[in-house]
């Protein structure tokens, strides 16, 4: 069963940076494409970016375009989001996710960033 794990949310202020990670068990990272989303109260949860499974292709949402960078640590098994230019809109709990055959098939329990004006 897969589980994934996310951290480094916290307070920034607009046109700070944050490291998110999402650490993954019992699959590793490079089985299946993996992703980041987000989710405001009230809103449908919203695409950030998406990494290959084998980290050499990244695509990312148009609202976070050249402010964001995920990669993959296959030694830690891990996938980060580095978050650059940080607004008060990208305020929202971010969450992992990794497909599989069905689709986004594990996510995480997400963690809150919170960006000050």
């Known amino acids: 069963q897969v589980q994934l794990v996310e951290s480094g949310g916290g307070l920034v202020q607009a046109g700070g940076s944050l490291r998110l990670s999402c650490a993954a068990s019992?699959?590793?990272?490079?089985?299946?494409?993996m992703g980041w989303f987000r989710q405001t109260p009230g809103k449908e949860r919203e695409f950030v970016g998406v990494?290959?499974?084998?980290?050499?292709?990244?695509s990312y949402a148009d609202s976070v375009q050249g402010r964001i960078t995920i990669s993959i640590d296959n030694a830690k098994n891990t996938m980060y989001l580095q978050m650059n230019s940080l607004k008060p809109e990208d305020t929202a709990v971010y969450f992992c996710a990794m497909r599989d055959e069905t689709g986004w098939g594990s996510w995480g329990q997400g963690t809150q960033v919170t960006v000050s004006s």
């Open positions: 990494i290959s499974r084998s980290g050499d292709s990244t």
């Open positions: 019992g699959r590793t990272v490079s089985t299946y494409a």
